[in-house]
């Protein structure tokens, strides 16, 4: 069976689409799971780490009232981070990946490994709340082959 990372770079070659990233909890393993493969700078242009509140206020443009409102780990801000790396990179694609990797950081609402992940097509968003269990390095690969599969089903 093809795995989804290679099946992903075939998708995005063939359609000659871009694609943009901006993490946070994965700390850049969704960008190294998308340029693994030869050829992935047609497709990849942009990627960000964008762990503080600072640089998505800063590189997006995400005002502090908006990311104080919504939590910095919430749907709205992955979902304006996925917009907001599209956008700044002219791409077709962007994702966005914001939570919780542990084991500090957490809070009654919000577990450790609680995760919003966002993929901004030109048409279409798909985002949601995930939950993984496991160690900090379990959970930021699983929230990082999430995205992949959420990007799987926009492409």
Not at 79 to 108: E, H, Q, Y
Request: some cysteine.
């Amino acid at each position: 069976m093809v795995n989804i990372a290679l099946k992903i770079h075939r998708n995005l070659l063939k359609k000659k689409a871009k694609i943009a990233v901006a993490e946070s909890c994965t700390g850049g393993l969704l960008s190294a799971l998308l340029t693994q493969y030869s050829g992935s700078s047609r497709y990849f242009i942009l990627g960000l780490i964008t762990y503080s509140n600072q640089s998505k206020e800063k590189l997006f443009k995400i005002p502090p009232s908006f990311i104080a409102k919504n939590s910095a780990i919430s749907q709205p801000v992955a979902i304006a981070m996925a917009r907001k790396v599209r956008m700044l990179a002219k791409s077709d694609f962007g994702v966005g990946i914001s939570g919780i990797a542990g084991p500090t950081g957490s809070s009654c609402r919000k577990p450790v490994g609680t995760v919003f992940i966002a993929i901004n097509g030109k048409a279409k968003t798909l985002s949601g709340e995930f939950h993984f269990r496991g160690t900090r390095i379990q959970i930021r690969k699983m929230a990082a082959l999430k995205s992949l599969a959420l990007l799987n089903r926009l492409l």
